[in-house]
């Protein structure tokens, strides 16, 4: 073959080629990936989407969601958080109508009545998990982790409790106060109301305190799970069967406990000082503990590689004795800790 019919050398000029259509195909996958990760963070930074799996979230992430909750929950003002702890516990209330007048409906003393009329009481949690109001045994999570982590203070997270847990208190104290002295319940409905809230002060002080302990570990248990949780059916069935396992065991829930036992004080029943003494005080400790440690510890345990945040944590005295509240800016699973 002679030199003409010899085909050119093309090797120096479709190696420049290549290397093109190689930075064009890197240049799309880092623009799909950026585009990938603003859609699947919020803009608090908590993830939106599994890394591993899209539809199931990881612990660490899990754990990133619920710090994104907790950094809201700092950043509210006392006013919005009591108003918010106020609306809750008027909400909570609803649960203690719904089981008192479904139970006063069913007769019978084998068990069947309670168990049909505490399919009533998730209702009250539902208004206020899926409503975004301020629940103390919520709180007793959320908030817990910023400061598990050193980025707010001690200080801060028990002013938050105290808002939050007065705000219910209230809230459920005036619907009680209505219901004892007013024809809103029936007949029925008003003396099965009245022997739930007996129920609690025939109970010993350490009997209260960990069935207390109990509801807390399921109602922190059911907060983490909802941010595991990636609609809004799944997040009612983890509402409805944690909250009925709550209400069937007559386990001690500080915020409806204390509707359905001020109902019997307001109706005459016991006095003021016997429901703080004998039943507010051991069911709130046996919440936080529940909540906290049991819940709040362990799960925080098992996702230290997700404990990343762009700034500087508090030192001991400011976390200890300051009232300071940091932002915190959530990593994906995996990355490396970026703070002192």
């Known amino acids: 073959m002679n030199d003409r019919e010899r085909p050119p050398n093309t090797t120096d000029d479709s190696e420049p080629a290549l290397d093109d259509e190689e930075d064009r195909n890197g240049g799309e996958d ?29 612990a660490d992430e899990i754990f990133q969601r619920i710090l994104a909750t907790a950094d809201e929950e700092f950043n509210r003002s006392f006013r919005l958080l009591f108003l918010s702890g106020l609306a809750a516990g008027f909400a909570m ?3 203690f109508i719904g089981v008192a007048a479904l139970s006063g409906l069913i007769p019978g003393e084998n068990g069947a009545s309670s168990a049909a009329g505490y399919l009533l009481y998730p209702v009250g949690f539902m208004f206020v998990v899926l409503g975004s109001y301020q629940l103390f045994t919520e709180n007793t999570l959320t908030p817990v982790t910023l400061v598990m982590t050193r980025v707010a203070s001690i200080p801060a997270m028990l002013r938050v409790w105290v808002v939050v847990f007065t705000a219910n208190i209230l809230g459920v104290a005036a619907s009680a106060y209505v219901l004892a002295n007013t024809h809103v319940l029936e007949p029925q409905a ?15 002080w350490g009997a209260i305190f960990w069935k207390g302990v109990f509801a807390g570990v399921l109602i922190a248990g059911m907060v983490w799970l909802i941010h595991a949780a990636r609609d809004t059916a799944a997040r009612v069935l983890v509402i409805f069967a944690l909250t009925y396992a709550v209400g069937a065991a007559e386990l001690a829930h500080c915020i409806v406990g204390a509707g359905e036992t001020l109902y019997v004080v307001f109706s005459g029943g016991e006095s003021l000082l016997a429901f703080f003494t004998q039943f507010l005080v051991p069911a709130t400790l046996g919440n ?16 230290h590689e997700s404990r990343a945040y762009n ?3 508090l030192d001991w005295n400011e976390w200890l004795f300051g009232n300071y509240i940091g932002k915190p800016t959530t990593t994906t699973s995996g990355e490396g800790s970026t703070s002192d």
């Open 288 to 303: 936080t503990v529940g909540g906290v440690v049991l819940v709040a510890l362990l799960n925080y345990s098992h996702t």
């Open 190 to 204: 008003a003396a099965m109301a009245s022997q739930i809230g007996h129920h609690f002060f025939e109970l010993s």
């Open 311 to 313: 700034r500087s944590n």
């Open 30 to 58: 880092t623009t799909e990936d950026a585009l990938r990760s603003t859609i699947d963070r919020s803009e608090q930074g908590a993830p939106a989407a599994g890394s591993a799996v899209r539809d199931r979230f990881s």
């Open 93 to 95: 209330s609803l649960s």
